[in-house]
């Protein structure tokens, strides 16, 4: 390979665990955006309903650890249901490989066919990688799954934590440092910032529109924030 075709790949991500990096960043991003958006429009919604300072400290604290336990038990279940899920189908392929070696091996060289290699080369490349390591070639190209690296629930489950809990700290802290004539315009402009930066991130993690992803999700903020303050209001007005 030239020197010029190596500058040109140079920014291009070759690594195995780009992929997985890529999706713990989303779900980080995705978890601190829902951290925001949950607790602005708690606070939001008691600030709309009482200037008690307590009051909005107590309920958006509540929110937070609320929010943020239930995030990591979420992640921590849903990744746990997965691992058992890759572990039961690495363990049945290395049941096939001891009791059907030949099948299996054909059956690796006819996915080879189906990515584009011909058949003569495709069984050359099946039998070398079974002789390699049989599992890892067929846990890859079949089952799209690495044995040395199956996903970790504690750590989803952490990172689900963390995430929803800096990002619920924003309007939390927002509501309480400002007075209370200036507490909830003052939220507002700091939860808007901060999704319109959320949205740019996961927009650009995900190759999208980083304008249009902004603009959603300061859409669907707004939104909450101003639901929950009118229905914190209006209930706060009826019941005098």
């Known amino acids: 390979m030239s020197e010029t075709s190596k500058h040109a790949h140079a920014h291009e991500p070759h690594s195995r665990d780009v992929g997985g990096k890529l999706n713990w960043l989303r779900a980080g991003v995705l978890g601190a955006n829902d951290g925001i958006v949950s607790t602005a429009g708690l606070v939001v919604g008691v600030a709309g309903a009482t200037t008690d300072h307590r009051a909005i400290l107590f309920a958006g604290l509540a929110g937070v650890v609320a929010g943020a336990l239930s995030m990591a038990g979420g992640e921590y279940v849903s990744v746990s249901t997965q691992r058992d899920t890759e572990r039961a189908l690495l363990s049945l392929e290395q049941q096939e490989l001891r009791t059907m070696p030949e099948e299996e091996e054909q059956e ?16 050359d490349v099946a039998r070398e990688l079974t ?3 049989a599992l890892r070639a067929h ?4 089952l799209g799954i690495d044995p040395d690296r199956l996903t970790s629930p504690w750590q989803a489950a952490g990172a689900s934590f963390v995430a929803f809990t800096a990002g619920a700290l ?3 802290l927002a509501i309480l440092l400002f007075p209370p004539p200036a507490r909830v ?12 930066i959320t949205g740019w991130l996961s927009a650009r993690l995900g190759q999208a529109s980083p ?15 101003l639901v929950t303050y ?11």
């Open 108 to 123: 690796l060289a006819l996915l080879y066919e189906q990515k584009g290699l011909s058949p003569r080369l495709a069984a």
């Open 131 to 133: 002789e390699a390591d």
């Open 139 to 142: 846990a890859d190209a079949e």
């Open 170 to 172: 924003l309007p939390l």
């Open 185 to 196: 315009p003052a939220t507002a402009a700091s939860v808007v910032v901060a999704l319109a």
């Open 211 to 225: 304008v249009r992803a902004a603009a959603r999700n300061v859409g669907v903020g707004a939104l909450t924030m």
């Open 230 to 240: 009118a229905v914190g209001f209006v209930t706060s007005t009826a019941l005098g």
